[in-house]
């Protein structure tokens, strides 16, 4: 999440009574915005917005433009006006989407790939008398280790050995112990069974038993990079442009994952892991912000959601077999880093700066050069006098808006009921982030590492197209407290089933798919009531502390996981026990299906006053009753919250 400025353009409807509250000369020019709108936009966890800025009353007044010849209309200035004479998508989106494919494969790489080199191959300890007798390691092993309750099952000791000094024994082989032989800790190291497992930095540095500690440290440390990531790229992307930033969070994350597969110690793989995490999602993030700055608006939702569900599928799919194939430690990280050099080729292949940034950043001229050269390769025909009328409004949009003030944080936090909402969401965002986490990095199956991993990942997909659907029918609400609840009853079954162990290993590992699944849905609603509950005037700067919490909460999956140390199963009831408060968390926000959604916080405040409790909009919004005093016009547009400011870049 970046440090950014306040989105000056509001972008979401107002009430159709505020609206007359403030003259009818701007609730004509908001519901001409809203019939421009053509489709429900939908976005998931990973987008955050940029957005299309609405025409001001002075604009219409002071008669900014003039109208497209032979299209009978008024050009305001706003970028989807020129977007739509040089064509919302055509040959170029099409280009440009192929193009930013490779980012949201990396997306799966970034967020997993810390796991597959953390992997704790099986081991025990090493007895070098015994060795030194000729004993193979698993021979010695026989001998020399006792046997513990782990994972359901008698399994050998990995950080205890018999206590005996087995060079002193005549009859090694025949030597048993008893009830009263003492244990003592490895002093010796530990021999590693790379049966089903490769060699990982665990086996080669020994972050084994009282070590074990490191692995999960270095992990909580990648999620802190990405706290101050995005803050860093966010930043770069609102002053230097959208494509200097997404080729820079790649070639971080290239770098720094390169460098960590030399590391011989805790402290550089720490830090290069830490800086692997600051690309964690931004890299994705800007290029769903870059591609939705291009098309049209019945586009939009198609050019985020589509990728996530194929590349970034694709992603953390194929990273177990990547693994898997690879062999080593040190050459998943080469692989899973080396193919984010990709977006360089985005500065020697005629790839744009984003044209709606450059005209809010009051790059006007150069915009135009850009869209002039995308007209020509959608092939579509734009008059000179079309190109005139467009600057003229632009510019003096750009003026009007360069004085207008944007209110802050500071003001939200005066109005009772924002404050309180911010706080929910903050909660909400932490819990179900957290939650996401655990589910995708959890590696106690009673099934192989990388089917497990593969059919997690594979469930990402329907996810996301079913939460398209349920929040369109269900509504928002409903589905984000039924599917947390559904997480928190999958979490505590799956705690119950490894405890006990007795399972068949299909039962425990569907009841994870199922986990995970139902994760996604929850985490890709939260993000879209997110953006549509917050009013445009704060969006950007609320959105990020959302997203800072996130991320914070994420911090603390690594160390709920290695309670699996403890008691196996505990880490699964932890998370049980937080989906339900997140189910309650989530379950005090408003509905936002069908309403029109606050501009200013004046709006914000008011939004959901006389919604009870889990109350339901379910159903078709075509009959006009759902909402009463809302108009057919307005009933169903498109969220415009949830359209991408083009003002800044925020991350999950």
């Not at 489709?39 to 917005?49: G, I, M, N, Y």
């Not at 030194?132 to 390691?137: E, Q």
Request: charged letters at 20%.
């Amino acid at each position: 999440m970046p440090h950014e400025e306040e989105g000056k353009n509001g972008s979401a409807s107002p009430s159709a009574t505020q609206g007359s509250r403030r003259g009818s000369q701007k609730s004509s020019v908001r519901r001409q915005s809203v019939k421009r709108q053509a489709s429900r936009e939908f976005l998931p966890r990973a987008v955050q917005s940029s957005s299309i800025s609405e025409p001001t009353p002075n604009d219409v007044t002071n008669g900014a433009g003039g109208g497209a010849p032979g299209t009978g209309r008024r050009l305001e200035g706003d970028f989807d006006e020129i977007l739509e004479e040089v064509g919302g998508y055509g040959r170029f989106q099409w280009r440009i989407l192929v193009l930013m494919q490779p980012p949201f494969m990396f997306l799966g790489f970034t967020l997993l790939s810390q796991l597959w080199l953390l992997l704790e191959p099986d081991h025990w300890c090493k007895v070098p008398e015994l060795e030194a007798l000729g004993f193979s390691p698993l021979d010695a092993r026989n001998i020399s280790i006792p046997t513990e309750e782990r994972a359901g099952r008698q399994q050998f000791s990995r950080c205890q050995r018999y206590d005996v000094n087995f060079s002193q024994i005549a009859d090694v082989a025949g030597w048993r112990p008893d009830a009263d032989t003492p244990l003592t800790a490895c002093s010796s190291g530990w021999h590693y069974d790379f049966s089903e497992l490769y060699p990982t930095i665990v086996s080669d540095l020994d972050w084994v038993c009282d070590d074990a500690w490191k692995s999960p440290l270095s992990t909580a440390l990648f999620f802190v990079g990405s706290i101050f990531g995005t803050l860093l790229f966010g930043a770069v992307s609102d002053r230097f442009g959208r494509l200097p930033a997404l080729v820079a969070a790649n070639l971080t994350a290239c770098v720094a994952g390169v460098v960590s597969a030399f590391a011989r110690s805790l402290g550089v793989f720490a830090v290069t892991r830490f800086t692997f995490g600051m690309a964690n999602n931004l890299q994705t993030t800007l290029a769903m912000v870059f591609l939705s700055e291009f098309v049209g608006v019945r586009w939009r939702g198609m050019v985020v959601n589509l990728p996530l569900a194929t590349s970034f599928c694709l992603g953390m799919t194929i990273l177990p077999w990547i693994a898997w194939g690879a062999g080593h430690w040190q050459y998943v990280a080469l692989a899973t880093s080396i193919p984010m050099a990709f977006p360089l080729i985005y500065l020697v292949t005629g790839v744009p700066e984003s044209c709606r940034w450059l005209q809010q950043t009051g790059q006007l001229d150069r915009a135009i050069a850009e869209m002039r050269r995308i007209a020509k390769e959608n092939g579509r025909i734009v008059s000179e006098e079309t190109w005139q009328q467009f600057t003229e409004a632009a510019t003096f949009k750009y003026k009007q808006e360069q004085e207008r003030p944007a209110p802050g944080l500071r003001q939200l936090a005066r109005h009772p009921r924002l404050r309180t909402r911010m706080a929910v969401l903050m909660f909400s965002t932490a819990i179900l982030l957290l939650l996401f986490d655990l589910t995708s990095r959890n590696t106690d199956f009673d099934v192989d590492i990388f089917t497990a991993q593969t059919l997690l990942a594979v469930s990402e997909a329907p996810a996301d197209l079913l939460t398209w659907l349920l929040v369109d029918t269900l509504g928002r609400r409903w589905t984000i407290t039924v599917s947390t609840a559904l997480t928190s009853g999958a979490g505590l079954a799956l705690a119950i089933l490894l405890h006990l162990g007795t399972a068949p290993a299909a039962a425990s590992t569907a009841v994870a798919v199922f986990c995970r699944f139902c994760t996604t849905v929850s985490v890709n609603v939260l993000m879209t009531l997110s953006m549509e509950l917050i009013p445009t005037d704060v969006r950007s700067r609320a959105f990020s502390l959302t997203q800072v919490a996130g991320h914070a909460g994420s911090v603390l999956s690594p160390l709920i996981l290695f309670l699996e140390r403890v008691w196996r199963g505990l880490p699964q009831l932890v998370l049980a026990a937080l989906a339900l408060l997140g189910a309650v968390s989530v379950s005090l926000l408003p509905e936002t299906r069908g309403l029109p959604l606050p501009d200013t916080l004046a709006e914000g405040e008011e939004f959901g006053k006389e919604q009870r409790w889990l109350q339901c909009y379910c159903g078709s919004e075509e009959d006009g009753e759902m909402h009463p005093g809302v108009s057919d016009e307005r009933q169903g547009a498109d969220n415009s919250a949830l359209e991408l400011e083009q003002d800044t870049v925020t991350q999950m």
